[in-house]
């Protein structure tokens, strides 16, 4: 099994920026493909970033820009900066076996519990 556990989420002011991480612990080498997804209150989730261990990514066009995603073994990695009111939601970690590039959540089997970001005006 996969473990994975988010961090640095918390409240921000329009403009600025913040770090998210995903520790993840376990059989980690299922962990081929890892993303961040958010969902608002009454929304359905969506994706934000994908990467794999290749160092592809993908990304939603609401953040291109913006957002950066990375990984460092395993520990994935968030960079969010030009924040927007329209970014507050709860950031989820997720991740999967696979070798490619998706932006579905139900293509990823693990998830953690999520981070709130919070982006005031």
């Known amino acids: 099994q996969v473990q994975l556990v988010e961090s640095g989420g918390g409240s921000v002011q329009a403009g600025g920026s913040l770090r998210l991480s995903c520790a993840a612990s376990?059989?980690?080498?299922?962990?081929?493909?890892m993303a961040w997804f958010r969902q608002a209150p009454g929304k359905e989730r969506e994706g934000v970033a994908v990467?794999?261990?290749?160092?592809t990514t993908r990304y939603a066009d609401s953040v291109k820009g913006r957002f950066t995603i990375s990984r460092d073994q395993d520990t994935l990695y968030l960079q969010m900066n030009t924040l927007k009111p329209e970014d507050t939601a709860i950031y989820y970690c997720?991740?999967?076996?696979?070798?490619?590039?998706?932006?579905?959540?139900?293509?990823?089997?693990?998830w953690g519990q999520g981070t709130q970001v919070t982006v005031s005006s």
């Open positions: 990467t794999a261990r290749d160092g």
């Open positions: 997720a991740a999967d076996i696979g070798h490619w590039l998706t932006l579905t959540p139900t293509d990823f089997r693990y």
């Open positions: 376990g059989y980690t080498t299922s962990t081929d493909c």
